[in-house]
């Protein structure tokens, strides 16, 4: 019984994601771009400090990245399911 197993080349992929933060008074804006190589996709997001909180701007910045990622996050689940519908049998 002959158990040689045919070993894969390693394969390598960069992906590359940007975000832009931008300030405006109380409101934080973010623009996330992820480059795959295959695809580019964007989102934006936003957070709103209310004004009973301390004007911390880390946490505007934590909730509008988050929120953008997310969004970035289900685009990329639909791209999945849309590719594997295509190339399904």
């Known amino acids: 019984m002959n ?3 045919v070993v894969e080349p ?3 992929k960069r992906w ?3 975000l832009d933060l931008f300030e405006e008074g109380d409101v934080t804006k973010v623009r996330a ?4 190589g295959d695809n580019t996709l964007e989102a934006r997001a936003t957070a709103q400090r209310s004004p ?3 004007p911390v701007p880390e946490i505007g910045d934590e ?3 988050g929120r953008a990622l ?4 289900h685009q990329l689940l639909r791209a ?3 590719d594997a519908t295509a190339n399904g049998p």
């Not at 771009?33 to 795959?36: A, F, G, Q, R």
């Open 16 to 18: 590359t994601l940007n």
């Open 80 to 82: 999945g399911i849309t």
């Open 3 to 5: 158990t040689h197993r």
């Open 10 to 12: 390693l394969r390598t």
């Open 70 to 73: 997310i969004d970035l996050g």
């Open 52 to 54: 009973d909180d301390p």
């Open 33 to 36: 771009v992820l480059e795959t």
């Open 63 to 65: 909730y509008a990245a």
